[in-house]
């Protein structure tokens, strides 16, 4: 039964990457709007995520002190990937990258496995931790998916192929949470380890990533509504905690 609710929802997260069809239906002044305050929900979710769900539960598991160094631990690991294995998180529809869209493939591909590892681990847990880290990943994926989008046909593709590319390196999601469940399965007190690692994960996505391009906003009325759009992500997540909790 777990296993099933794990593969249903890396599957929805794998759909998510169709999500550039919306696109041929939208303006480009329109869809950068969009993904500007998607990307103030989506770190709010991410942050939400972290320290609403994933930490408490951890801290029940690990002693907290072993449970912040690997927080710590997930942090620098998302660091050390994005630094050295071009983890691209590309907002905008035109990116200098663009002369690297297979490697941009490969990089999206890695990271949905790890993305399925995290929704799998979540599940073996407890239902409601499961589907508020699918929540948080599916919020996340939204606006860097129209990036990833965006880069494929500014590198070349068409549009068709773009989408195609797309959804199969999101595919690698589903193999990621059959890794991670049957791992956790046979190894004793793996997702007590790894519930950490993914909240430095989620921490550093919306720190490192998303909220700098809010900062870099100059307009002051859209940086407000991005933060506004943030709490509600933090909001939304704590909604979430009460709703899958009663």
Known sequence: MVLGWILLSTFFVSIISLI??????????????????LLGFSAGALIG???????????????????????????????LMERYFHWRHCHEGHCSIHAFTYLNIAGDAVHN????????????????????????????EIPQELGD??????????????????????LTAVLGALTGYFIADIVHGFTSFVMPLTAGGFIYIATSDLIPEI??????????????AFL?????MGLVKQLLHS
């Not at 598991?61 to 998302?78: C, D, K, P």
Request: hydrophobic fraction near 55%; charge should be positive; aromatic fraction near 18%.
């Open 20 to 37: 550039g069809v919306i696109t041929l239906a939208i303006k480009d002044r329109l869809l950068h709007k969009i993904i500007f305050y």
């Open 215 to 228: 900062h870099k906003e100059s307009n002051q009325k859209k940086a407000t509504l991005a933060f506004v």
């Open 113 to 140: 496995f790890f993305d399925g590892i995290m929704i799998a681990v979540s599940f073996t847990v407890s239902f409601s931790m499961g589907w508020a880290t699918t929540v948080a990943i599916i919020l996340h």
């Open 232 to 236: 509600c992500g933090i909001i939304f």
């Open 49 to 79: 995520g972290a320290f609403l769900h994933i930490l408490p539960e951890a801290i029940e598991r690990l002693n907290a002190t072993v449970v912040f160094y690997y927080t710590i631990l997930g942090i620098v690991l998302f660091f």
């Open 149 to 170: 989008f965006g880069v494929l046909v500014y590198g070349g593709f068409t549009r068709k192929k773009a989408l195609f590319f797309n959804f199969i390196s999101a």
